[in-house]
């Protein structure tokens, strides 16, 4: 009779972020923050949700670019080639789509007729705000972190496996957790990654 053999590992591991829902908040032009909404780390946030307003000369033209077009379509309706107009405003609604505008904020500066002196950003994903690096008034630049947003549905453990342990393990096995903080709880997971180096002093 054949007998299957099972090896259990014991490792002690930490939770940690799922790096492919980690997103960053910045910007691709220089401004000045207004209000702040989200104010804390910790915090949770829903995509399209406003982090903060923002003051921007940049936006602000490329606003009143947007407006001037509009404005030429609608006259060019009245002419001879009515769809003369409709290159520039689609270049100036893909602009501000570019610097991260919505739909839905582009089409409300187009109805009001009026520039948004300060303008929402907006949150790029759902999650709980794990970095903060604002505060009201502050200048901020382009590429410049402002925050870091973390979906945390679904988390990473790392786990620090011994050196002589690496040949029985492999990606796909299925793993269990536990916590000391919830006895008798149990949860399933699997191998997903594994380093491809040790940690010096712990040989993991």
Known sequence: RILPVTTTIRAVGTVTYDESRLSEVSLKYEGWIGR??????????????????LYSPDLLTAQQELLIA???Q???R????????????????????????????IDEIVRTREPLQYV??????SGYVVQKNVVEGAAVKPGQT???????????IEAEVYESELPLVRVGQPAEVTFPYL?????????????P?????TRT
Request: charged share 30%; proline share 6%.
């Open 36 to 53: 702040l909404f989200v104010d804390e780390t910790g915090q949770a946030v829903r995509r399209g949700e406003p982090l903060f307003t």
């Open 78 to 105: 009245e002419t001879e080639a009515p769809d003369r107009a409709d290159y520039l405003l689609k270049a100036t609604r893909r602009r501000l789509s570019l610097w991260d505008l919505s739909e839905g904020q």
């Open 120 to 125: 929402p950003i907006l949150s790029p994903t």
């Open 74 to 76: 609608a006259a060019a």
């Open 146 to 156: 402002l925050y870091r947003v973390a979906g945390l549905d679904s988390v990473w």
């Open 70 to 72: 509009t404005r030429a």
């Open 197 to 201: 180096y040790l940690e010096g002093r």
């Open 183 to 195: 006895p008798g709880q149990r949860f399933e997971g699997r191998i997903d990654y594994i380093y």
